[in-house]
Each structure stands twice: as structure tokens, then as C-alpha cells.
């Protein structure tokens, strides 16, 4: 693995740099506040093709890697974690499955649109009785012979009040377990299916998080997605890419953390002097340094696996751990060094450490990481 | 190239309308003191439609010894290629050894444009001028953002060019009963190179403001932030019945128009007093303000470079300061 | 239509700052970009391009660092990129600069130049009138706007101090921008992957017509005689006070200096 990063890399970090701060930055307390969807901030980043950066360019996408990919999602949530989730759930969750298990037809169909932006992509496999245990799906889809006929909910599905692609992970034969799950590809509009309530979150809200309810909802026959009975195995699959996503977002709102803090500990005096001359806040920003760089390498490492195609889900699972739990501490100490301002909106580390926290939750819990690295390691 | 042909310190009297800028007043106050450690003469060249032979008077009571008049309709207007043939025919004819232009928006379109035809030397938007004891003209200047300066020599070329920003150099005072000459120029113009067509001159209003002619200035920098610090801002200028000035990071972040910035590329300024809010002072702002007469830095950072050229500094939170302050002087005006 | 942009690598000044022990200048970490108002005239070209089809080549002068600004213009979207380069080309004036660049565009087809009006490193705006007389073209410079007819003329509307002006002209002709003449395009991803698979044309002084007199320091008509930073003015009263104090403060001033 080479350290450097390439010539693209840094031309590609220059640009994104210059978005997020011009771009992004100014609105992402806004975003918080108002628990608005980032629609304007998604349109311009479509036009720049940083909503389909890992598609091939045969499919209307900028033919990036996953690399590239991670890099946008850290410098995006290090302004904004909100955005961060948006870019990171429409490319892990619902890109990458229709790239890595459709047909010619579903990529055609698909991926010029998603890869632009004019689409937004969503994926649903979390249900009120299936959390960490995803194999307990409830929703089902029956084989109606010419269609599929759905039924069930989803829960806590990121983008969802603003998708036109989700990814729906459904029961086909529930004598077969988790063999008899699959996958399909529902649009929005089709009949049968609606948004329910949206959440009220702790952070990242402005990510409209909502219900999916499926009420006898016909799904035509070729949106089946990979082979039947291989949607549980395409599920995690993509939550092996997805957790290289949200490792990003966590390190990036660490690192964005940092920066407020290195800023906030030079300016700011106490004792006649900036509290960045004292031994204690000198010790533990070192501290907070090394382990953001540790997630950071977690992170390039995964996602240079993933680009050489070789097996990354452990990599991964690392990296998410790490980065997460690093975000809430990081966020946490910042929060600590900013004192009463640091918890008021005055400052951003209030909304970064309320946005840290999902980090540790979604596509598999810190434990899951745990059983996912453990597994493999006394397997 | 004989050096010793070049004589003479010569101004490019810029007018608009007929009415001569104040720039060109400021650069014959500069000429007459260079022409007279060379031992010269200063002329003014005055271009332009008619009626503007009275400004020539003004030009000598001003320090020009010598009025080189040229009258033709091509000239009413500036354009590049007219007033480029113009000058280098009177160039060719005088020999100047230093001519000075103001480095405004026709200055500096102008003398790049002479600089190449004549191939010499020109250094803009000078600070300093003076005369070398080998007779030369050291032109000095910003560089580098305002971070360095740098002494520009033109030794073996003629004549010695550079442009001057207005408000830089002195004027001289008026002196009525100085005596000069008058010379009637007429150009031979090649008019197939006449091929920039104005079809309309606009002014604004909005624009008119002059931030180098405010006796006080009110300065936001990024310490000021927002719209709604500016807005406190402006409301503090009304109350010092001052002009709101800014630095360039407020000017790209599109919360004050460009006339308004002071510094490297924007105005450079020397009020009685300038008020410093939230400006760190980076060299390129300083570079146009620091000749003001009094400098007041309210800054949160006690080691910014504001405060070293400050006069007064105040370590503090503008946002805070700034409406108390408006506070204040509204209670004493009800007094 | 063909379009020639100039644009140049420059050190980012605002980044610049003083040592305020010595005055001496701090250059260790300060970035190079893309000089703000050429990057405008770049934007201007791409948009030529959208609406026209122009075929836009950038062309800058500099040492091999600066092929960095001419890949980030392919990733926003240049057919061609030239960087002239040569040790003969060194410790050029404006005028030796210009005499290079306007070499370099004598040897392509174009309809418009166009160039920023100056550069932050040295705020002369002078190149771009000065390849314009070595042309033989018009100029108009201070350029906010410009509108092309799509055959030969183009209806720009310049700044002044105290308004704008309105004027045409025709092709060929050379420009020079302002910054807030327009936003510049972000690079795309796809420009970003794509930039490096193109050809950065890499020319040295033998591939331009230009004596090499003209060229350089040697066909510099101004030197530098010194340089030297302005040094550190000693500091005047400060105080480090509540705001109800600082108050007073200031208004005592104000009222000293007969401000109020």
C-alpha cells in the first residue's frame, strides 16, 4: 500500500476543499436547525459528480475509486455530517449493490441517473424486530407469477422522504431462512408504497430518516436485484462497503472537531495566556491527533482493498469501529476544551458531537464491528 | 539607445469630461520634486476633445513647467489606441526621460499598452519615487501581496515609466502665479487601428462612493463576520458620520462591494482616523492603510499584526464591542 | 472559435504572513494556486465553450510546478494545455514575460485572448496589454462581462472606477478579466480522473519565434534593484480590558481626536 496519495487524489481533495467550504460549511447549522434535507447542496454536488464517484464511466459516472469516494465523504462530513450520510447512503447502499449485483438493464436504467444526482438513492433493511438481527425479516415479497407483490415496513431509512431508488431487502420463502431473502429495487411512486413518519434525531438531521410502509405493493418482476435467495448475502455485502462510508463520516466530524478545537485553543485566553500553551490541553490534543490519523489509515486501507478488490469487510469493520468511536471521543473532548460556549450552538463542536454518535450505531453497531473482527479472528 | 537624449519629467494629465483627475494633480507635485533633483523640467501632456485648454493653466499653477495640448476628437474619449499613438508621438518628438500615469483604470490599461510600443520599462503602482545619485529613477514598490518591497530600477531603457495609485503621492498647493508654457500638439493618428467601439459610458451612483476621501473610517475584517455585524457596522459609520471600509476577506465573501476594501488591490487610504474591527492586518490590508494619521485595532488576539501598527489596540470581541459602542454614542447624542 | 487563456501559478499571499519578531517574510507552507482573476478568464472561455463550442487552450509561463494549474484547468475542462518552460525564460519582467507568451500565442490560431487583468503575487496588470500590443490586437481590459454575437463580435462591459462602460469589438482580440466577473467552475470528478491522462505540452524557448533578447532577465527592462520587508512598526498603546472599559476607551479617543 502507498501512502502518497496520487496526483488525482490531491487535485481531488483541492476541489472538494473548495466546495464544502464554500458550499457546505455556511449552511450546515442551518441544516441542523431547521432538520432540512440538503436538496440544493445535493443538486451541485450531482453536477460535479460527486454522487456517482465510484461508477464506471459506461454508466454516467466519473469512473473514480472507492478511495476518492471515501475522500468526499470525510471532507464532506468535516463541514457537515448530514451531507456526509446523504452522499454515503446513496453511494454504499444503493449505487454499489445495483453496480456489484444488476443487470446490464438495472445498471442502464439506474446509474446515469443516481450518478448525477437527479436520482437520490435510499436502502431499506432495518425493520422494528430486525436490528442487528437482520435475518428476522418481516417484510415479504410474494411471487405473483408477471410481478412481485410486497408488504411490510422498514424502518429508519436514511434519504428516504428524497429517494427515487431504494434498495429493499425482502422475505421470499421463510422456510428457508436466511437463504430465502432477497433483494429488489422499488421507485418511488410505485403503488402500494409510501413514506412514513420521519424521525426526530439526536444529529445528522437533516437527513430525513423516515419509515418505508409497503402495502401490496407490485414490484415488476426484472427489479429483482442479484439471484433470488441472495439478498441477505448481498445485504451484508453492502454494509461491508457501506461501513467504509460511514468510517469516513466519522473521521471526517472528528477531524472537523480537531479543527475547531486547535483554532478554539489558540484563541481563546485563560490565566493570561491561550490554553494551548498548557502541558494538559498540548497532551490530549496529541492524543486526539494520533487516533484521527488511525482512523484515517483504517480507512484508506479498507478502501484501497475494496479498489484492488480483495477482501476489505474486516478492514472495514476496523476502520468503522475505530473512526466511530474516536468521532465520540473526539467530539466529546472538544466539546470539554470549547467549555460552556463548546456546549451552545455558538460553536460547531455541539453539533458534531450530536452528529458523532450515529457512528456508533448504524450499519452495524460498534458490536457488531466487534463480532464481525472477532469472527474472522478465531474463525 | 542614447540615454542622454531623455529629458524631463513628464505627467500624464488625465482628464474625464474635461475635468483633470486628482491623481495627475498628485503626480506633478511628485514630477516637480524629481525634475528638480534632476535638475529638469516637468511637462503634463493633456489629451482630449475641446475645451479643455483651460485645464492647462491649472496643470502649472499645479508645478507643470511645460503643457504639451493635444485637441482632436479622437481623444474626447479614452480609448487604448488613440491615446497610445498620441503619447508615442509625443514621445518620439520629447524624449521624456521619466513619465508618470495614474494607475487607474486608464492608467493601467494605458501604460502597459505604451510600455510595449516604446519597449521599456514600467513599474506599477509605485509608493516611492525618487533619483539615484547615478540620475535614475528608483521606483518602489509592493510586491509579493504587500509583503515585500521591492526597489525597481529602469537603466537601460527610456523612458522611465510607473504608475501611481491615487492618493499616494502629494499634490503640491496651488500657486496661481507660477508661469508655464503651453504646447498646441497635433497627432497623426492611423485610425485603421481604431478597433474598440464605445457604444455606452455608464455611471452609478453606488459607485461614487470614495473611501480615500473619508476623513473616518469604520473597518470590518473577518473578526466582524456576518451580515448582521456588518449591519452594526454601518450603523457605528452613521453614528461617526464615517465610511464603512472593509478588508479583502469580507469583499470575496460578498458582504461589502469592492470600492469599499482597502488595502493591495483594493484603495489605499490615509484618514484621520481608522477603526480596525476584527482585521488581523494581514500585509497586503495594512499596506493601505497604514499611512492614516491615527490607527484604532479592536481585535480578539492580542499578537495579530493589526496591533503592531495600531496606535491604540483594544483586545476584544468586536461583536460585542461594536453594538455597545453604538449604544453609547447614541445615549450621549441624546444628551 | 479558438481561445487562448493565460494563466499563472501564484503563491497564495493571503496565506503570507510576517514574522513580527524580525519582519522578515514566512514562505514555508504557503500554497500555489491558480491566480483568482485568470481563473475567472478561464471560466469565461469554458462558458464560450458551452455555448459555442470554442476550442480553449491554456497557456501559462512558469517553472514545472506550474504544470499543477494547467491539470487542474483540464479537470474544469481545457482541450489543451501548454507550459512554457526554460531556464531562458527566467527572472523575466512583465515585458520579457509578455514578449514569451505572446511568442508562444503567434504559433496557434485564436480569436480571442484573454488574460486576468493581474496577477496577487505582483498586481501589475500589465501582461495582458502588453501581449496585446505584441499581437497587434485590441484590448479591453477590466472586463465583467462579456457577450459574443457567435460570428466576429463581442459586446463587453468593462469596469471603471465610477461605473462601467459598453464597447465592442471584433475578433481577434485579447481580454483581460476581473475576479467578480463570474464564479469559476469547480473541477469535476470526472475532470479530476481524466486530467492526468492528458497531454501537458511542455515548450521551451526554441519552439517560439522570439529573439532571444527579448527573453528573460536579459529582456527585462526593469531589474530589482533591492528588496526588503517593511519591518515591524512598534506598537502603541494596547489594552486588554472588559468591553464596558474598552468603551470608554475608544470614546476617549474619539472625543480627543474630535470625532465626537
Redesign the interface.
Known amino acids: 500500500m502507498d501512502f502518497n496519495i496520487t496526483k488525482q487524489e490531491e487535485l481531488f481533495l483541492q476541489m472538494i476543499r473548495e466546495f464544502t467550504e464554500k458550499e457546505i460549511k455556511p449552511i450546515a447549522a442551518e441544516i441542523d436547525e431547521q432538520e432540512r434535507f440538503p436538496i440544493e447542496t445535493v443538486e451541485k454536488m450531482g453536477k460535479l459528480g460527486i454522487m456517482g464517484i465510484p461508477v464506471p464511466k459506461e454508466f454516467g459516472g466519473q469512473g473514480g475509486t472507492n478511495q476518492i469516494y471515501s475522500m468526499a465523504v470525510e471532507e464532506i462530513s468535516r463541514v457537515c455530517g448530514t451531507t456526509g450520510v446523504v452522499v454515503s447512503a446513496h453511494t454504499s447502499l444503493c449505487i454499489a449493490p445495483i453496480l456489484e449485483n444488476g443487470t446490464i438493464e438495472q445498471k442502464q436504467k439506474y446509474l446515469p441517473k443516481l450518478s448525477s444526482g437527479e436520482w437520490i438513492g435510499a436502502f431499506g433493511l432495518t425493520e422494528p424486530n430486525a436490528g442487528t438481527d437482520a435475518a428476522m425479516q418481516q417484510t415479504f415479497a410474494e411471487d405473483a407469477g408477471d410481478k412481485w407483490i410486497l408488504n411490510g415496513s422498514k424502518i429508519f431509512i436514511t434519504n428516504a422522504e428524497y429517494a427515487h431508488v431504494y434498495i429493499v431487502i425482502a422475505m421470499t420463502d421463510k422456510s428457508q431462512g436466511t437463504k430465502g431473502i432477497s433483494a429488489f429495487i422499488v421507485e418511488k411512486g410505485t403503488p402500494g408504497f409510501t413514506i412514513g413518519k420521519k424521525e426526530k434525531k439526536l444529529g445528522i438531521r437533516g437527513s430525513a430518516t423516515c419509515e418505508l410502509i409497503f402495502e401490496n405493493c407490485e414490484i415488476p418482476k426484472e427489479n429483482l436485484l442479484g439471484r433470488l435467495g441472495k439478498g441477505f448475502s448481498l445485504a451484508m455485502k453492502t454494509l461491508d462497503g457501506g461501513r467504509i462510508g460511514i468510517a469516513a463520516q466519522a473521521l471526517g466530524i472528528a477531524q472537523g472537531a480537531m479543527d475547531e478545537t486547535v483554532k478554539y485553543t489558540k484563541e481563546r485566553k485563560q490565566f493570561g495566556k491561550a490554553i494551548a500553551k498548557f502541558q494538559n490541553t498540548q497532551f490530549q490534543l496529541a492524543d486526539m491527533e494520533t487516533k484521527v490519523q488511525a482512523s484515517r489509515l483504517l480507512v484508506r486501507s479498507a478502501a484501497f482493498k475494496k479498489d484492488k478488490g480483495v477482501p476489505y469487510s474486516v478492514d472495514a469493520a476496523m476502520a468503522k469501529l475505530f473512526a466511530a468511536e474516536t468521532a465520540m471521543e473526539v467530539t466529546t473532548k472538544a466539546i470539554q476544551f470549547h467549555g460552556g460556549y463548546g456546549y451552545t450552538r455558538e460553536y460547531p463542536v455541539e453539533r458534531m458531537f450530536r452528529d458523532a454518535k450515529i457512528t456508533e450505531i448504524y450499519e452495524g453497531t460498534s458490536e457488531v464491528q466487534r463480532m464481525v473482527i472477532s469472527g474472522n479472528l478465531l474463525k | 539607445m542614447n540615454k542622454a537624449e531623455y529629458k524631463n519629467v513628464f505627467v500624464f494629465a488625465e482628464q474625464r469630461e474635461g475635468k483633470i483627475q486628482a491623481v495627475a494633480i498628485e503626480l506633478l507635485g511628485k514630477a516637480r520634486s524629481l525634475a528638480d533633483s534632476l535638475e529638469e523640467e516637468v511637462y503634463a501632456i493633456l489629451l482630449g476633445g475641446k475645451d479643455i485648454e483651460q485645464n492647462a493653466q491649472t496643470l502649472i499653477a499645479y508645478g507643470a513647467d511645460k503643457v504639451i495640448l493635444a485637441m482632436d476628437k479622437e481623444l474626447e474619449n479614452y480609448t ?2 488613440s491615446y497610445a499613438q498620441a503619447i508615442t508621438q509625443i514621445v518620439n518628438q520629447y524624449k521624456p526621460s521619466i513619465i508618470l500615469l495614474g494607475a ?2 486608464i492608467g ?2 494605458l ?3 505604451l ?3 516604446l ?7 509605485c509608493t516611492k519615487l525618487e533619483i539615484s545619485e547615478e540620475k535614475e529613477l ?1 521606483m518602489t514598490r ?16 527610456r523612458p522611465q515609466m510607473s504608475t501611481v495609485r491615487p492618493g499616494v503621492m502629494k499634490a503640491m498647493i496651488k500657486d496661481t502665479s507660477r508661469k508655464g508654457e503651453i504646447i498646441s500638439f497635433e497627432i497623426k493618428f492611423n485610425k485603421d ?1 481604431f ?10 451612483k453606488s ?2 462612493i470614495d473611501i480615500s476621501d473619508a476623513k ?1 473610517l469604520v473597518s470590518g475584517g473577518r473578526g466582524v463576520g456576518t451580515e448582521k455585524g456588518f449591519n452594526f457596522l454601518k450603523e457605528l459609520a452613521t453614528e ?1 458620520n464615517a465610511e464603512v471600509a472593509a478588508s ?2 469580507m469583499v470575496d465573501a460578498g458582504l461589502v462591494e ?1 470600492k469599499r476594501q482597502v488595502g ?2 483594493g484603495q489605499t487610504v490615509r484618514p ?2 481608522y477603526l480596525a474591527f476584527g482585521i488581523s492586518g ?3 490590508h495594512v499596506a493601505g492603510m ?1 499611512e492614516s494619521e ?3 485595532a ?1 481585535n ?4 495579530a ?1 493589526i ?11 468586536c461583536k ?2 461594536i453594538p ?2 453604538i449604544d ?2 447614541k445615549s ?1 447624542t441624546k444628551e | 472559435m479558438k481561445i487562448v487563456v493565460c494563466i499563472k501559478q501564484v503563491p497564495d499571499t493571503t496565506e503570507v504572513k510576517l514574522d513580527p519578531v524580525t519582519g522578515t517574510l514566512i514562505r514555508d507552507g504557503v500554497p500555489s494556486i491558480m491566480n483568482p482573476d485568470d481563473k475567472s478568464g478561464l471560466e469565461l472561455a469554458l462558458e464560450l465553450k458551452d455555448k459555442f463550442n470554442a476550442e480553449v487552450t491554456v497557456l501559462t509561463m512558469g517553472p514545472m510546478q506550474a504544470e499543477a494549474i494547467l491539470r487542474e484547468a483540464f479537470a474544469m475542462g481545457v482541450d489543451r494545455a501548454i507550459l512554457l518552460t526554460d531556464r531562458r525564460f527566467a527572472g523575466a519582467d512583465t515585458l520579457a514575460t509578455s514578449n514569451a507568451l505572446a511568442g508562444a500565442i503567434k504559433t496557434l490560431e485564436y480569436d480571442l485572448v484573454i488574460a486576468g487583468r493581474q496577477a496577487i503575487d505582483g498586481d501589475t496588470a500589465q501582461v495582458g496589454p502588453q501581449i496585446a500590443e505584441h499581437l497587434d490586437i485590441p484590448q479591453v481590459s477590466y472586463l465583467q462581462n462579456l457577450e459574443y454575437d457567435g460570428n466576429k463580435t463581442f459586446t463587453i462591459k468593462k469596469q471603471t472606477e465610477d461605473g462601467y462602460q459598453i464597447v465592442e469589438v471584433d475578433s481577434p482580440c485579447l481580454v483581460t478579466v476581473l475576479s467578480t466577473a463570474n464564479n469559476p467552475r469547480y473541477m469535476t470528478v470526472k475532470g479530476i480522473m481524466e486530467a492526468y491522462d492528458k497531454e501537458v505540452e511542455i515548450w521551451s524557448a526554441d519552439k517560439i519565434d522570439v529573439d532571444e533578447a527579448k527573453l528573460g532577465l536579459k529582456g527585462s527592462p526593469t531589474k530589482v534593484k533591492k528588496a526588503f520587508t517593511k519591518g515591524v512598526k512598534s506598537a502603541g498603546e494596547v489594552y486588554e480590558v472588559d468591553t464596558e472599559e474598552a468603551i470608554g476607551i475608544i470614546i476617549s479617543k474619539l472625543t480627543e481626536k474630535f470625532i465626537i
Open positions: 487604448t489606441e487607474t483604470t493601467r490599461d501604460g502597459p499598452r510600455s510595449a510600443r519597449t521599456t520599462g514600467l513599474t506599477a503602482d528608483l509592493p510586491a509579493f501581496g504587500g509583503n515585500l518591497m521591492a526597489t525597481i530600477i529602469c537603466s537601460e531603457h487601428k478597433r474598440v467601439r464605445i457604444k455606452e459610458t455608464i455611471k452609478e459607485n461614487m473616518v461617526l479583502r476577506a469592492h493591495q488591490t484621520d482616523l494581514a500585509i497586503q497604514e491615527f490607527i484604532v479592536i480578539k488576539d492580542r499578537y499584526p496591533m503592531q501598527i495600531a496606535d491604540l489596540g483594544i483586545v476584544g470581541d460585542k464591542i455597545a459602542l453609547r454614542l450621549r
